[in-house]
Each structure stands twice: as C-alpha cells, then as structure tokens.
C-alpha cells in the first residue's frame, strides 16, 4: 500500500513538469522580490504562480496523454498508469481556480488578470496551438504578461517597455529549446509545432538569436546602471555561445547547446533581476 501511494505521488509530481514548474516559479518570485515586493504580498503571488504552473503541467499531460499513449512514452505518468487522465483534468481546474483567486488578492484586479491571462494562454498552448506552427506565441504573451502582473500588482504603474520584450523574447527562445529536444519525436506522431515546422537547424538558431537580441536588450538597459554590467551581458553572451560551440566541436554532445540554452537564459534571468533592482 505504501508502495502504491509513493508511486501515485511520484506520478502526479512527474505529471506537473517539475522542472519547468519550479524554474518559472522561482524566477518570477525573484524578479518581484527584486521589484520590492514582500510579505504576505510575496508569498500570495508565489503561490499563485506555483498554482497556475501546476495546473498548467497536468492539463498538458492530461490532454497529450493519447497522444503519449500512440508514441509509447513510458515516462509519462498517465501511460505507466500511475495517474488518470481525468484525475488530471480535475486537479488542473481546482489549481488554476485557486491560482486566479491568489492572483487577484495578491496583485489586485487589475495585475492579478495579467497572470490569469499568462495562465489562459498556457491552456491555450495545450489545447489546440502546440501542434499548429503558432506554438510559439502562447509562451511569448505569457512571458510578457507577467510583467505587468510584477508591476500594476505592486504599485499601479506600467512596466518599462523593455521588461515585456525581454520576457518574450526568454519566452520563447525557451519554448524552441525544449521544443527542440523532442522534434523528432513530435514529428513520428504527426505533431507539427513550429520546432517541427522550422527543423532542427533552424530551430536552434532561432533559439540563439531570440536569446542573443533578449541579452543586448539588457546589455542597453543596464549601461545606465553600470558599463560594467552592461558589458558581463555581452560578455555571457559571447561566452556561452563560444562554450557551446567548442563542446559541439570536441564531445559531440548533442544536448551542448540546450544546456547552453538554460545557462544563457539563467544568466538573463539574475542580469533582469539587477536591472529591476536598480530602477525600482
């Protein structure tokens, strides 16, 4: 029995996408602790983005769960039977109910719909746009939306333009990394996101680039922070593209420029967090 109930709990923490949960969780908690966010206020928005990444994770796994059954992924929680998919369905609903309740009491009207908003478009994104060459748009308004929701839920002002743009960009340049990773995957089961429409090749450079323009976005925005900071921007940049081309070069490894991906997209995260930081 104990077996039974450790392998149901594995199942719903692998059905949630652990990693990409805690990832967006933590950075958007971080850039509103950096914004001056605090308290209760604090805890009340990480909660309701903790809430909403949760129900975005178990809707895509409850609603792509025949199509994980067709391509045999036996690590999928649904397909190794240890969660259903309409046990899914009913715990995305409560958690993306509580999630818009948190997001109002905690950003008030006004902010707290930008974050339903995000939410929305992630639902949108696993139901219908993921297999259409717009797979890409639901996580660049979602990205872009929170930045308001940080903003007009902290103090009522709009951000500065070049926060959502940022975000959009790390948005999407994320979504074409991962996506990457399972194009050919996707494309034996006949789903054709844009990673799927664009190839391999093509993806990854338009990864690079989507990451390379967010990163001198930044660069521009910190010069009148600091010319030092400024250039460690171009500086990551550089590096990291130098770091996984070389890796390429030598090992071979074909996950080198994901992995720089995730390095380069960190280190946008803590330069947006200095930027927030100094402008507040």
């Known amino acids: ?23 967006v969780t933590t950075i958007v908690t971080a850039l509103a602790a950096a914004l001056g966010w605090h308290g209760a206020a604090l805890v009340g928005l990480a909660a309701a983005v903790l809430l909403g990444q949760l129900s ?25 039977g240890t969660v259903r998919a309409p046990h899914l369905w009913w715990a995305a609903g409560i958690a993306a109910a509580l999630s818009v309740v948190l997001s109002l009491a905690a950003a008030g009207w006004i902010g707290g719909m930008w974050h339903v908003a995000a939410v929305a478009m992630a639902w ?45 960009l790390m948005g999407t340049a994320a979504h074409l990394a991962n996506a990457g ?16 429409r664009l190839g391999a090749a093509r993806t990854s450079a338009a990864t690079w680039v989507l990451l390379g323009i967010a990163t001198l976005v930044l660069a521009a925005v910190l010069v009148r922070v600091s010319l030092a900071l400024a ?4 500086g990551a940049l550089l590096a ?39 402008t507040a």
């Open 1 to 23: 029995m104990a077996g039974h109930r450790t392998s149901a709990l594995s199942g719903w923490v692998h059905a949630c996408h652990p990693l990409p949960t805690a990832a």
């Open 56 to 80: 975005i994770g178990w809707s895509n796994d409850a609603h792509d769960a025949a199509a994980d059954v067709r391509a045999l992924r036996r690590d999928k929680p649904v397909v190794a």
């Open 124 to 168: 949108w994104y696993n139901v219908q746009l993921s297999r259409t060459v717009m797979s890409w748009v639901p996580y660049a308004v979602s990205f872009a939306c929170l930045a308001p929701f940080l903003t007009l839920g902290l103090n009522g002002t709009w951000p500065a333009v070049w926060l959502p743009v940022v975000l959009a």
């Open 181 to 196: 990773r399972d194009l050919e995957r996707d494309r034996s089961i006949a789903l054709s996101g844009a990673a799927v």
């Open 231 to 234: 250039a460690a921007a171009v």
């Open 240 to 278: 990291v593209l130098i770091a996984v081309l070389v890796t390429v070069r030598v090992t071979k490894r074909a996950d080198a420029p994901f992995v720089g991906v995730i390095v380069l997209a960190l280190l946008d995260v803590t330069l947006v967090a200095v930027a927030l930081h100094s």
